[in-house]
């Protein structure tokens, strides 16, 4: 059984659907230290322009340490209606934007409180859109205590998985040693971004993937899993 983890993001690119598909499971870790400046409450879409952060706004001030599930949204800020019509503005034009133009637009109409919440109910529709169905779960019902590698081994033991799929950057900061020693055996996904078709001329990798959802549509999948591999 192959498993996976990453923090809840915002509308994530592809890599992080092409490694949750190539899952048996999936762990949202959502109890670990938010980290500003990620992925967590922002990613890039591509305009008129050129790429454009939509970034959804956080209650931070004197919440240093504070967990990626308790992160709070600013709704007094009106990013939610600075983010629909940035979309419809930009993607109005792509072949398949006005199928899935109305669950956006309620979803941003919404009034979110925690940011884990935007952002898994974003993924989890994206993952039916790309035809992604492996189970999803949460670190934080897991009431683990240890850190580091040793929390991503606890992890896979507590569901029974024989392997642990990292993303690329793992191998910067994971103790590869415990993954033997615990008999998991360790692969890292390398993702080669692979091209497809854009509104806008010259193609920009790295964009959220509601780029490619408008642009592919029921293709998205096959473009997703075209552009992935697994270093062992």
């Given at each position: 059984m192959i498993l996976s983890v990453h923090q809840p993001q915002y509308v994530p690119w592809l890599g992080y659907f092409h490694k949750i598909a190539k899952s048996d499971v999936f762990v949202f870790l959502d109890d670990v230290q938010y980290k500003k400046r990620e992925f967590q409450n922002r990613n890039k879409i591509k305009t008129r322009d050129g790429w454009l952060w939509l970034t959804v706004p956080i209650v931070s001030k004197s919440k240093y340490m504070q967990k990626i599930a308790e992160v709070e949204i600013d709704n007094g800020a009106g990013w939610a209606n600075d983010h629909i019509k940035t979309i419809e503005h930009s993607y109005a034009t792509a072949p398949f934007f006005a199928g899935h133009h109305g669950f956006f637009s309620e979803l941003l109409n919404k009034k979110w409180t925690k940011l884990t919440d935007l952002n898994v109910e974003t993924v989890r529709y994206l993952m039916r859109c790309f035809d992604i169905k492996t189970p999803v779960h949460f670190s934080s019902g897991l009431n683990l205590e240890t850190?580091?590698?040793?929390?991503?081994?606890?992890?896979?033991?507590?569901?029974?998985?024989?392997?642990?799929?990292?993303?690329?950057?793992?191998?910067?900061?994971?103790?590869?040693?415990l993954f033997e020693k615990n008999g998991i055996?360790?692969?890292?996904?390398?993702?080669?971004?692979?091209?497809?078709?854009?509104?806008?001329g010259t193609f920009l990798p790295f964009m959220s993937a509601i780029d490619l959802l408008f642009n592919c549509g029921n293709e998205s999948r096959d473009v997703i899993m075209r552009g992935g591999v697994t270093i062992h």
């Open positions: 850190t580091s590698t040793q929390r991503i081994i606890d992890i896979c033991k507590n569901f029974g998985a024989d392997t642990y799929l990292s993303g690329a950057g793992g191998m910067n900061y994971m103790d590869e040693s055996k360790l692969v890292y996904q390398k993702f080669v971004h692979p091209e497809y078709r854009q509104c806008f």
